[in-house]
C-alpha cells in the first residue's frame, strides 16, 4: 500500500504563489509517476500536472504551463507543485496522486491513478 498526505494549501490573493507539497509513504518502490489532480465546487476532478519518477517527461494542464512547475525528490519520496501568478479560476481542492502502471508515461487521465491523497484546499481571491 501506499499513503499520499498532501500540505501546503490555503489562501492567498490573485497574483501570489503557493508551494504544495505531497510525502509517499509504503511501497514506494512501486511508484511511477506521481501527479496532482484539482476539483472545483460542482466541477469534474481535473489534471493540473504528472512526473515520473525516473524521466524528465513532466506535463501540464495547458492552464498552468508558464505558472505552476512540478518536481520531485525520490530520496525523500516527495513531489511538489510550485504555483506563481495564482488566479482565482485555480482554487480548488488538490490532489496527489500515484501511479502504479509500470511505466514511465505522466498519464492525465485520472482512472490511470491508483493512490490519493486527502487533499489540500487552495483559495484565491481577487
Known amino acids: 500500500q501506499v499513503q499520499l498526505v498532501e500540505s501546503g494549501g490555503g489562501l492567498v490573493q490573485a497574483g501570489g504563489s503557493l508551494r504544495l507539497s505531497c510525502v509517499a509513504s509504503?511501497?514506494?518502490?512501486?511508484?511511477?509517476?506521481m501527479g496532482w489532480f484539482r476539483q472545483a465546487p460542482g466541477k469534474e476532478r481535473e489534471f493540473v500536472a504528472a512526473i515520473p519518477f525516473h524521466n524528465d517527461r513532466t506535463r501540464y494542464a495547458d492552464s498552468v504551463k508558464g505558472r505552476f512547475t512540478i518536481s520531485r525528490d525520490n530520496a525523500k519520496n516527495t513531489v511538489n507543485l510550485q504555483m506563481n501568478s495564482l488566479k482565482p479560476e485555480d482554487t480548488a481542492v488538490y490532489y496527489c496522486?500515484?501511479?502504479?502502471?509500470?511505466?514511465?508515461?505522466?498519464?492525465?487521465?485520472?482512472?490511470?491513478?491508483?493512490?490519493w491523497g486527502q487533499g489540500t484546499q487552495v483559495t484565491i481571491s481577487s
Open positions: 496522486a500515484a501511479d502504479f502502471s509500470f511505466t514511465n508515461y505522466p498519464r492525465d487521465d485520472s482512472a490511470a491513478y491508483e493512490y
Open positions: 509504503g511501497r514506494t518502490f512501486s511508484i511511477y509517476v
